[in-house]
């Protein structure tokens, strides 16, 4: 079965830097789209960063010029580069593979930005 692992999670400062990791299995990993999403409490879930099976990627607003979405197919990885993290970027971060009939999921990441 598809299973989708991340790491990478912690407490940073202000100003500073994460590099989060999702591990794909089960699943032909570099034929479909990859994201991630954050989930703060009391908030909806908000997808930050997509790369297609082209490279090609994708941002909002709010991340975008700050956060880095990568795909290594060789090794099933995504990586999410995330700079000069506020603390509004405090959340579950979760990492999601689109496919024709199904979307996945894996369980998450905490990052917590504080001083």
């Known amino acids: 079965q598809v299973q989708l692992v991340e790491s990478g999670g912690g407490v940073v400062q202000p100003g500073g830097s994460l590099r989060l990791s999702c591990a794909a299995s089960?699943?032909?990993?570099?034929?479909?789209?990859l994201e991630w999403y954050r989930q703060a409490p009391g908030k909806e879930r908000e997808r930050v960063a997509t790369?297609?099976?082209?490279?090609?990627?994708n941002y909002p607003p709010s991340v975008k010029g700050r956060f880095t979405i990568s795909r290594d197919n060789a090794n099933n990885t995504v990586y999410l580069q995330m700079n000069s993290l506020n603390p509004e970027d405090t959340a579950m971060y979760y990492c999601?593979?689109?496919?024709?009939?199904?979307?996945?999921w894996g369980q998450g990441t905490q990052v917590t930005v504080s001083s």
């Open positions: 999601s593979l689109t496919t024709a009939d199904l979307k996945y």
């Open positions: 790369i297609f099976d082209t490279g090609l990627t």
């Open positions: 089960g699943i032909r990993f570099r034929l479909y789209p």
